[in-house]
Antibody, heavy 118, light 111 residues
Framework: EVQLLESGGGLVQPGGSLRLSCAASGLTFNTYGMGWVRQAPGKGLEWVTS????????YYADSVKGRFTISRDISKNTLFLQMNSLRAEDTAVYYC?????????????WGQGTLVTV | QSVLTQPPSVSGAPGQRVTISCTGSSSNIGAVYDVHWYQHLPGTAPKLLIYANTNRPSGVPDRFSGSKSGTSASLAITGLQAEDEADYYCQSYDSSLSGWVFGGGTKLTVL
């Protein structure tokens, strides 16, 4: 079964850092683009960042550019999100999501999410 | 403020048809970029409902359909069922922002 499982969320002070992980199983990891989407309390979905299949290309929303870094370890089938200089407005459930193509167009598989509270 | 505008809420009785609109601009929907739709129940993983404007992933009932025209897109749900009560989001790419964008979301209530 194809599955995405996020971990690493928690409570952090403003200005602090946190690293989220997303373990992928049941798929050829480097074939697909991946991304992170978040949902702040009471708000809608917000695209945060995406990475191409082999990790060559990365893309960021303006709200996180320069503070967040997306990466992937193909050997471990794991996606990461390094979050630095965290702000109260970064508080959200963070979803890991898979694109059906090597570059993100849309997301056809999502994880259950991990809560980050700043 | 989302660059894709959706109505905050829609409602309908069981068996009825509802539509959810998604209005964009010439830098997203009105350009060459496709529109995709997701269903999201609080506390669960969002689910892809429609991709590339009109296509349904396997397992999505044909009660759900999508369309796109000009700078807008729509999601139609026919034969409403209680289990359809959820939040629905449209998504596209915006060339001005150089990134992917979601609509603000629409809460569907089945009366």
């Amino acid at each position: 079964e194809v599955q995405l499982l996020e971990s690493g969320g928690g409570l952090v002070q403003p200005g602090g850092s946190l690293r989220l992980s997303c373990a992928a199983s049941g798929l050829t990891f480097n074939t697909y683009g991946m991304g992170w989407v978040r949902q702040a309390p009471g708000k809608g979905l917000e695209w945060v960042t995406s990475i191409s299949g082999r990790g060559v290309h990365t893309y960021y929303a303006d709200s996180v550019k320069g503070r967040f870094t997306i990466s992937r370890d193909i050997s471990k089938n794991t996606l990461f999100l390094q979050m630095n200089s965290l702000r109260a407005e970064d508080t959200a459930v963070y979803y890991c999501a898979k694109s059906p193509t090597i570059v993100t167009r849309y997301f056809d598989l999502w994880g259950q999410g991990t809560l980050v509270t700043v | 403020q989302s660059v894709l505008t959706q109505p905050p809420s829609v409602s309908g009785a069981p068996g009825q048809r509802v539509t959810i609109s998604c209005t964009g601009s010439s830098s997203n929907i009105g350009a060459v970029y496709d529109v995709h739709w997701y269903q999201h129940l609080p506390g669960t993983a969002p689910k892809l409902l429609i991709y590339a404007n009109t296509n349904r992933p396997s397992g999505v009932p044909d009660r759900f359909s999508g369309s796109k025209s000009g700078t807008s897109a729509s999601l139609a749900i026919t034969g409403l069922q209680a289990e359809d009560e959820a939040d629905y989001y449209c998504q596209s790419y915006d060339s001005s922002l150089s990134g992917w964008v979601f609509g603000g979301g629409t809460k569907l209530t089945v009366l």
